[in-house]
């Protein structure tokens, strides 16, 4: 037997999605103070994990309601978030999809690209992130993110956590020209 001792108050969490949410908030308020481009990248990566973890924590809830239909997204059965959005969400929901010609849909898909092409799986060796491209980044969390996560939570009702309201309504951030 291996025994594991931790100091300090430790850290619970109930709700992966949340955590990954609050996580990527955080990153976005250091992106911005500190001007950093990891930071970015980080919360994007983060709010698009809240995504698809709040997705599986709905199919956890319908595959105990559902023995017969289950949904899963594990080692040996790879879902995409695309097909958790147009095939589980209506599940979950009786019915209703995601309005994909909304500013949050786009948002979205441009947030999940940048993640997928600059975070996840770079295709240059080095480089930076121009302050303007940046901006926009940080300016589309609030709607392919924190917006989107919150109807999510309306499509299966749910709740929508303060974090997540918070976080749709934070200020835009821009670039200020100094003499």
Known sequence: NVTFEMEGPGQIYLSRYQTHFETAVESRDLAVKNH????????????I???????????????????????????????????????????????????KSVKQWSAFKTLKSFRDNESIHPKKSGGGLELNKMVNYLNSFRFGVALLLGNLHLHVGRPVPSIIINAHYMSDVFISKKD
């Open 49 to 99: 994990t809240s995504i698809d973890s709040f997705l599986n924590d709905c199919a956890n809830i319908w595959n105990q309601n559902n023995p017969d239909d289950q949904l899963i997204d594990d080692a040996n059965n790879k879902v995409s978030i695309d097909t958790k959005f147009n095939e589980w969400i209506p599940k979950f929901s009786k019915g209703n999809t995601i309005d």
């Open 36 to 47: 950093s481009s990891p930071k970015l990248f980080d919360c994007i990566s983060q709010g």
